[in-house]
């Protein structure tokens, strides 16, 4: 077996264990509402400790994956992203949630950095399309997560529990997976994931990536409260919400190289907006957990492939280089998926949860009726 496909092969364990952080984190929301005493804007306060996190380690992702190399970085942050979700519950007071969620924003990033820098790289010796079908395995990670936390009550597990078999399992695949990674050169790295503002075509790229990444992070932090709260649902069958969203995900980012090879980019995000905003219209209009279900996975499949689309075009952006073109849109959808779950948790808190998703529902016909001048050219 070649490095490259030992490589290759590392890097979707790390892409599955970092979507069943996610999955893990998402799926206790719940319980961590109701572990702290919060309310809908407590709780979304928390979420914006988990995106300051975030931005503080982006500011400094570049030079830190430079200097270190991606299997190293990816290893001590993966392994510290998995300790921060098993303490969500450790505490009793609200500044140890805070403080667990600026560590999982941190640790979540600079993993998120790592692997995208060494997938790059991997693909490029590949010499063809791969990025989708890694993204795919985080989207397979999240349902495989989301699932273990629904069968967690029947298993007898507490919440504390099975924050601590999912986190413990998760360190010790990061740790082994990270050792068959490839070392990454420090300048081609550090050129990767430059930090900065984009302009001109890039902005609206970034922004449509924003609003993608937004509709997406909603999944990952409210789809469970919203079926537990707006639709009366059980815990086990709360929690598939998140599993049918990652799971129609990742069968549509799986496929994504196939889709992408046989429709126009401007096509793709058009019907990935309508599909995106129906199924979120449908989870919130009809008063039922299975439609709900069903609503949210259709979001899941109409959002699947919006980042490869976007990441497409950011690289042949004239005058800008591939990889700055890229890190310049990841960067501003990096911020919409952190910021966009706070933003929604306000809404909720003043008004209802199901109000809130509705920001789902305006950014995804806006994908749809900006397609084409954003991928114009």
């Known amino acids: 077996m070649s490095p490259v496909v030992g490589a290759s092969r590392a890097l979707r364990t790390q892409f599955f264990v970092l979507g069943v952080m996610f ?38 992702a570049g030079r830190i994956v430079g200097r270190w190399g991606p299997r190293a970085v990816s290893a001590v942050m993966g392994v510290a992203c998995c300790a921060s979700i098993a303490c969500l519950l450790a505490g009793s007071a609200y500044a140890a949630l805070l403080t667990v969620m600026l560590l999982f924003g941190i640790t979540g990033s600079l993993v998120d950095v790592a692997i995208n820098t060494e997938a790059t790289e991997i693909e490029r010796l590949a010499a063809k399309p791969l990025m989708s079908g890694f993204h795919g395995m985080f989207s397979l990670g999240g349902m495989a997560g989301a699932a273990l936390g629904s069968a967690a009550p029947a298993l007898g597990l507490g919440a504390q529990a099975h924050l ?52 997406e992070g909603a999944m990952y932090d409210w789809s469970v409260l919203f079926m537990k709260q707006e639709r009366a649902s059980e815990p086990s069958t709360a929690a598939l919400a998140y599993a049918s969203f990652s799971g129609a995900m990742a069968i549509g980012r799986f496929g994504g190289d196939w889709v992408r090879a046989r429709m126009s980019g401007t096509r793709l995000m058009r019907l990935s907006g309508v599909l995106g905003a129906a199924g979120m219209a449908l989870a919130l209009s009809v008063p039922s957990p299975a439609v709900a279900l069903v609503g949210f996975a259709l979001v899941g499949l109409g959002l699947s492939n919006v980042v490869p689309v976007l990441f497409s075009a950011a690289s042949k952006v004239p005058g800008v280089s591939s990889a700055h073109g890229i890190a310049a849109v990841s960067g501003v959808g990096y911020l919409g998926m952190m910021a966009g779950p706070p933003l929604i948790g306000l809404i909720a808190e003043h008004s209802s949860l199901t109000t ?19 991928l114009r050219g």
């Open 356 to 374: 809130g998703l509705l920001v789902v529902v305006v950014f995804a016909v806006f994908m749809a009726l900006t397609a084409k001048r954003a």
């Open 23 to 60: 999955a893990t984190w998402g799926v206790h929301v719940p319980t961590v509402k109701g572990h702290y005493g919060l309310g809908e804007q407590a709780l979304a306060l928390a979420m914006l400790a988990g995106g300051v996190g975030a931005l503080m380690a982006l500011a400094q």
């Open 164 to 215: 601590l078999v999912a986190t413990g399992l998760g360190a010790v695949v990061v740790l082994v997976g990270s050792r068959a990674m490839l070392p990454v050169p420090e300048k081609e790295a550090e050129e990767k994931h430059p930090l900065s503002l984009p302009r001109g075509p890039l902005l609206l790229l970034g922004v449509l990536a924003s609003m993608g990444l937004i509709a």
